[in-house]
């Protein structure tokens, strides 16, 4: 029997990729199995959620994918404990990244406005698991456990029948057809349930199907089976509970739940007692936000990512995430993305690189930086951050007036240290005044890595792992980035011009000068392409490049330039030396170019010699010193670039 009952309560705005989404304010109630029903519309689809009769703690809920009134036992005893049932149509999408993004609002919608449990359980059958995987893998830190009857892993098997399996025909049109796929370009997709598990095994989120060993539509082999092993070698927690009394009808794909008690308590012990992780909010600060990139990404329908950072950014993780994540938001933009990172380098360096690794390949719309934990390890001072990361957002500023800029200082021991003890680390409030100060957005990721780990929602050791984050070290850096992308205000910023720096010899027109330049050569040879001779490790980009080496003491050098500031990128290995200096012939001085991680690889170094020059000419003189740092083997100086502030 149907009660009318309209509730008003005020639209919500969940801002979603610069886009505020309004909950409907009219919901209907009904009664199911006993229990109130509240049904609604959620962005122009039907949804809804059933209400215990007195909710646990917390408000534990299961989150059901497509087919939500198929196999309801369990849900009835769910709700009989306490739990909510909840589900948002997005039928037939076969969990294309817009049904995607509706989950996303959906579960911002109940968690933030209803007091729904951060980490809902997802049931999902047949092709409801495309949907649990598809959006689960996008949010690991959101689940408490996935359970799933006869789930879909791979489109290829069904509809597209491309193994054993009978496939749909019309299906697999429709999902060709949403995609924008042709059949060879179907069968290469990689965004589906058996791939890129590593996140969410690293989150240790429980797995259970259910199958049936002779289904025909969605066999196990092609499917099930395959995700398991998967997931078990990634070191995901999961079982397998084959589904044999009972009739088996639709060649074998449909069968009845021999013990849905036991499939409701896995759903129990993993959802309770509920878990409530710290938010991200707290740890971003959007300051003038990403309206100028948003803007231009849906009126041009193009637009430049940049990602300047050291070895965190090289790797694979929260950049590639991030990407994905763009590019599902805005598909009808054409990105492109540069991928700038380079390991070992901080500040000082990704400032004279900016222009040949950045701009070169385009102007960005939208720049990632990332290096408080180079900053940290290789002793850059304070002043020398705030030039190096000044100079960055003056260059930027100066291709891009209207560009946005995220500033985000990653995580280490150092820097947990410093919290430990009470005090903020110099690069983290380095990164935040000049974020605040030139309007960028900011994240501390430092600091939240640092209260998550005291607050027991995971360890260093076992789970974040390194300063180079495992898997869930990458995630975790990544919601937090999407927390920023997705409750960014839609008003873009008129506001272009560019506050005096606070440090008047930043590196704002920093660049680099080709060895080529380099006069008065004694004992010093350009090499086309160098390569090292000691089987030592090399950094991409500072390998079978051309260089200007001298390895014997008192080999020398000259250069004329112009700016105020000169300094030196080197390749330091096993041999490095030291080297004498002097400016327009004063103030001699040494230097030694041997690190404490020479004897590992030949590290890309950059050393300023001088930054803070009056404007005008100058003359650089180095020579190798006959001394050496007593545990390198040589004296080697190898240039790769000279470094000039004009």
């Known amino acids: 029997m149907k009660t009318n009952c309209k509730i008003w309560f005020y639209a919500v705005m969940l801002l979603i990729a610069g886009n505020p989404v309004l909950a409907q304010p009219s919901e209907n109630i009904v009664k199911w199995k006993g229990f109130d029903k509240v049904e609604f519309t959620f962005e122009n689809r039907k949804a809804w959620f059933v209400k215990p009769q007195k909710a646990i703690e917390g408000n534990p809920w299961v989150w059901r994918a497509h087919f939500?009134?198929?196999?309801?036992?369990?849900?009835?005893?769910?709700?009989?404990?306490?739990?909510?049932?909840?589900?948002?149509?997005?039928?037939?999408?076969?969990?294309?990244?817009?049904?995607?993004?509706?989950?996303?609002?959906?579960?911002?919608?109940?968690?933030?406005?209803?007091?729904?449990?951060?980490?809902?359980?997802?049931?999902?059958?047949?092709?409801?698991?495309?949907?649990?995987?598809?959006?689960?893998?996008?949010?690991?830190?959101?689940?408490?456990?996935?359970?799933?009857?006869?789930?879909?892993?791979?489109?290829?098997?069904?509809?597209?029948?491309?193994?054993?399996?009978?496939?749909?025909?019309?299906?697999?049109?429709?999902?060709?057809?949403?995609?924008?796929l042709s059949e060879e370009e179907a069968v290469k997709l990689s965004d589906i349930p058996l791939n890129d598990l590593a996140g969410l095994a690293a989150f240790k989120v429980p797995v259970l199907?259910?199958?049936?060993?002779?289904?025909?539509?969605?066999?196990?082999?092609e499917n099930s089976d395959l995700l398991v092993a998967n997931y078990m070698k990634l070191g995901g927690p999961v079982s397998v509970y084959p589904m044999t009394r009972g009739q088996q009808t639709l060649e074998g794909h449909h069968f009845p739940i021999e013990h849905p008690e036991f499939f409701a308590r896995f759903i129990e012990q993993n959802s309770v007692p509920v878990q409530k992780p710290l938010p991200h909010l707290p740890y971003i600060e959007a300051n003038?936000?990403?309206?100028?990139?948003?803007?231009?990404?849906?009126?041009?329908?193009?637009?430049?990512?940049?990602?300047?950072?050291?070895?965190?950014?090289?790797?694979?993780?929260?950049?590639?995430?991030?990407?994905?994540?763009?590019?599902?938001?805005?598909?009808?933009?054409?990105?492109?993305f540069i991928a700038a990172g380079i390991p070992s380098l901080g500040s000082t360096p990704h400032a004279f690189r900016f222009g040949?690794?950045?701009?070169?390949?385009?102007?960005?719309?939208?720049?990632?930086?990332?290096?408080?934990?180079?900053?940290?390890?290789?002793?850059?001072?304070?002043?020398?951050?705030?030039?190096?990361?000044?100079?960055?957002?003056?260059?930027?500023?100066?291709?891009?007036?209207?560009?946005n800029v995220v500033m985000m200082a990653f995580a280490d021991p150092d820097k947990s240290a410093d919290y430990n003890a009470g005090k903020e680390p110099v690069e983290v409030g380095v990164h935040q005044k000049l974020a605040k100060y030139y309007g960028a957005a900011y994240m501390n990721l430092a600091r939240e890595v640092y209260d998550r780990v005291k607050a027991g929602e995971f360890s260093w050791e076992y789970d974040f792992k390194d300063l180079h984050p495992s898997p869930y070290g990458q995630e975790v850096y990544f919601q937090t980035i999407k927390e920023l992308l997705k409750t960014e205000p839609s008003a873009a910023s008129s506001d272009t011009k560019l506050p005096a720096p606070l440090d008047k010899f930043s590196y704002e027109k920093a660049g680099y000068r080709s060895i080529n330049e380099a006069g008065n050569l004694q004992g010093f040879t350009l090499i086309p392409a160098w390569k090292p001779e000691d089987n030592v490790s090399t950094r991409e980009g500072f390998v079978n490049v051309p260089m200007l080496v001298g390895e014997k003491a008192n080999?020398?050098?000259?250069?004329?330039?112009?700016?105020?500031?000169?300094?030196?990128?080197?390749?330091?290995?096993?041999?490095?030396?030291?080297?004498?200096?002097?400016?327009?012939?004063?103030?001699?001085?040494?230097?030694?170019?041997?690190?404490?991680?020479?004897?590992?690889?030949?590290?890309?170094?950059?050393?300023?010699?001088?930054?803070?020059?009056?404007?005008?000419?100058?003359?650089?003189?180095?020579?190798?010193?006959?001394?050496?740092?007593?545990?390198?083997?040589?004296?080697?100086?190898?240039?790769?670039?000279?470094?000039?502030?004009?």
């Open 68 to 180: 939500p009134d198929w196999h309801t036992e369990m849900d009835s005893i769910l709700l009989s404990r306490g739990f909510y049932i909840a589900y948002v149509n997005t039928n037939d999408l076969f969990a294309y990244p817009s049904a995607m993004q509706v989950w996303d609002s959906f579960y911002d919608y109940l968690v933030k406005e209803k007091q729904f449990s951060p980490k809902p359980a997802l049931e999902g059958v047949s092709r409801g698991g495309l949907y649990v995987y598809g959006w689960a893998k996008r949010n690991p830190d959101k689940v408490s456990c996935i359970y799933a009857e006869a789930p879909v892993c791979d489109p290829k098997s069904w509809p597209g029948g491309k193994g054993k399996g009978l496939g749909s025909e019309k299906d697999w049109a429709a999902f060709l057809k949403i995609y924008g």
């Open 356 to 403: 040949k690794d950045v701009l070169a390949k385009g102007i960005p719309d939208l720049l990632f930086v990332e290096a408080a934990v180079n900053d940290r390890a290789n002793g850059f001072r304070e002043k020398a951050q705030v030039r190096g990361l000044e100079g960055i957002l003056r260059q930027m500023y100066a291709a891009n007036p209207k560009a």
């Open 209 to 221: 199907h259910v199958i049936g060993l002779h289904d025909k539509y969605v066999p196990a082999a």
């Open 555 to 646: 080999a020398a050098l000259t250069l004329d330039f112009k700016g105020r500031g000169i300094g030196i990128a080197i390749i330091s290995g096993p041999d490095a030396g030291k080297i004498t200096y002097t400016i327009d012939g004063k103030n001699p001085r040494t230097l030694d170019l041997f690190t404490e991680w020479s004897t590992q690889l030949h590290l890309p170094w950059y050393l300023m010699l001088n930054d803070e020059l009056s404007s005008g000419r100058h003359t650089l003189q180095l020579t190798i010193s006959s001394d050496k740092n007593e545990k390198s083997t040589g004296a080697a100086c190898r240039i790769v670039h000279f470094l000039v502030n004009e």
């Open 288 to 336: 003038k936000g990403l309206g100028n990139a948003f803007e231009k990404f849906r009126t041009l329908k193009k637009g430049t990512v940049a990602f300047l950072g050291g070895s965190i950014t090289h790797n694979p993780g929260w950049r590639n995430k991030t990407s994905q994540y763009l590019q599902e938001h805005f598909p009808d933009t054409r990105f492109t």
